[in-house]
């Protein structure tokens, strides 16, 4: 896609996340598990920065590091303390000079899931995977999980939860390591993941064994 056509479609993801919350219930569009794993590194997908001090905010913080890794790093506090608009005045900053920056876009998705904007989540993960073309990162099918867990969709959220407990069973095979994984993510994460749990326990009583795809064969 061109670099104006990304400009548009970021910009018009950041006015939406401007306006008041969408209802939990909005259907997204459907991106279903195809039934492989998603075993590839991916280096953009580092840890985003925890504030010692959440009662002073972001400014500053990162007064060292380049322009737009400060931006989204700010942002991405913002975002993970609550504070829609400072994260939207940074984030749209951030994507005015690097619109395809990677770690931004991956940043973006797990801010505006932080915000309850699944449908901003999931345009700026789809956006990122378009830049890395045949490639299968690790994050990707918990980040789904979890996005379709705040729109409502918990049949495709479980279904991506399985897919990550099959690609990553270390860190994601059951709901121990689930929760040891996400021990020190947000509360609003953690409180999805929590949610993901017991839909996922619902569906397996209803159908043990059920995996998406042809995930079960494997």
Not at 41 to 70: K, N
Not at 115 to 144: E, S, T
Not at 150 to 172: I, N
Not at 174 to 195: F, G, K, P, Q
């Given at each position: 896609m061109?670099?104006?056509?990304?400009?548009?479609?970021?910009?018009?993801?950041?006015?939406?996340?401007a306006a008041p919350p969408a209802n939990a219930t909005?259907?997204?569009?459907?991106?279903?598990?195809?039934?492989?794993r998603y075993t590839d590194a991916d280096v953009v997908a580092r840890g985003l920065p925890e504030a010692p001090y959440p009662a002073l905010g972001s400014r500053g913080l990162f007064p060292q590091t380049p322009t737009v890794r400060r931006?989204?790093?700010e942002a991405w506090l913002a975002a993970s303390y609550q504070r829609e608009r400072a994260a939207h005045i940074n984030f749209s900053r951030a994507l005015r000079i690097a619109?395809?920056?990677?770690?931004?876009?991956?940043?973006?998705g797990w801010g505006m899931l932080n915000l309850?904007?699944?449908?901003?989540?999931?345009?700026?993960?789809?956006?990122?995977?378009?830049?890395?073309?045949?490639?299968?990162?690790?994050?990707?099918?918990?980040?789904?999980?979890?996005?379709?867990m705040a729109a409502g969709q918990r049949e495709l959220a479980?279904?991506?939860?399985?897919?990550?407990?099959?690609?990553?069973?270390?860190?994601?095979?059951?709901?121990?390591?689930?929760?040891?994984?996400?021990?020190?993510?947000?509360?609003?994460?953690?409180?999805?993941?929590?949610?993901?749990?017991?839909?996922?326990?619902?569906?397996e009583e209803a159908?043990?064994?059920?995996?998406?795809g042809d995930l079960a064969s494997r």
């Amino acid at each position: 896609m061109a670099m104006h056509a990304w400009v548009c479609t970021i910009g018009l993801a950041l006015a939406a996340s401007a306006a008041p919350p969408a209802n939990a219930t909005s259907t997204l569009p459907v991106v279903a598990p195809d039934g492989q794993r998603y075993t590839d590194a991916d280096v953009v997908a580092r840890g985003l920065p925890e504030a010692p001090y959440p009662a002073l905010g972001s400014r500053g913080l990162f007064p060292q590091t380049p322009t737009v890794r400060r931006l989204t790093d700010e942002a991405w506090l913002a975002a993970s303390y609550q504070r829609e608009r400072a994260a939207h005045i940074n984030f749209s900053r951030a994507l005015r000079i690097a619109p395809n920056d990677r770690r931004l876009l991956w940043a973006y998705g797990w801010g505006m899931l932080n915000l309850d904007r699944p449908a901003q989540a999931l345009q700026a993960f789809q956006q990122n995977l378009a830049l890395r073309p045949g490639q299968r990162p690790m994050w990707v099918p918990m980040a789904l999980a979890l996005t379709y867990m705040a729109a409502g969709q918990r049949e495709l959220a479980v279904a991506w939860y399985r897919t990550a407990a099959a690609s990553d069973p270390r860190r994601f095979g059951d709901a121990a390591a689930t929760l040891r994984t996400t021990l020190y993510w947000t509360t609003r994460e953690r409180s999805l993941v929590r949610e993901l749990i017991r839909s996922s326990a619902q569906v397996e009583e209803a159908a043990p064994g059920a995996l998406p795809g042809d995930l079960a064969s494997r």
